[in-house]
């Protein structure tokens, strides 16, 4: 049943962002920080992709049903396998991954104090992001961002 839930919940926001509307929950105001963290480091900002949101909700979910917090997926493997297997057109490929934090705020502080995290952040070469946020049934919360690169940035 619960299933059934969150697949309708999903359906319904999938209509929502395909009818125009303005989505302004956590997964789009991490983007928007993450963004501020680019002007800050003089570089453009992400354009929200839909593609990579979907890819990033479906990562997100696959951490919270297998309890696997890993960038390597159990089912897809690497992120760029992840864009291939969907067909999704990159040059470029980047992901972060996040646990246990409360809002968007929280993760992003937790990726500025990892070399490796704040350098997908602030990358000039990525163009486009997704961000899939989810909690479990103990209010654990699971992130993940997908980065990419386009040869056109596109939403």
Request: negative net charge; aromatic residues 10%.
């Amino acid at each position: 049943m619960k299933k059934y839930f969150m697949l309708s919940l999903f359906l319904v926001f999938t209509m929502l962002c395909f009818s125009g509307y303005d989505y302004n929950g956590p997964e789009v105001e991490l983007v928007l920080l993450i963004n501020k963290e680019r002007e800050a480091s003089g570089v453009p900002s992400l354009i929200i992709n839909w593609e990579l949101t979907r890819l990033a909700r479906l990562k997100t979910e696959e951490m919270k049903t297998h309890k696997h917090f890993d960038h390597e997926s159990l089912v897809y493997g690497s992120p760029s396998q992840l864009l291939d297997h969907f067909q999704i057109s990159y040059t470029k490929v980047g992901a972060n991954i996040a646990m246990g934090h409360e809002t968007p705020k929280e993760v992003l502080e937790a990726w500025r104090n990892s070399v490796s995290h704040h350098a997908n952040l602030v990358n000039p070469c990525f163009t486009n992001a997704g961000v899939g946020i989810c909690w479990d049934d103990e209010g654990i919360s699971y992130w993940t961002l997908l980065l990419m690169t386009t040869d056109q940035a596109s939403p």
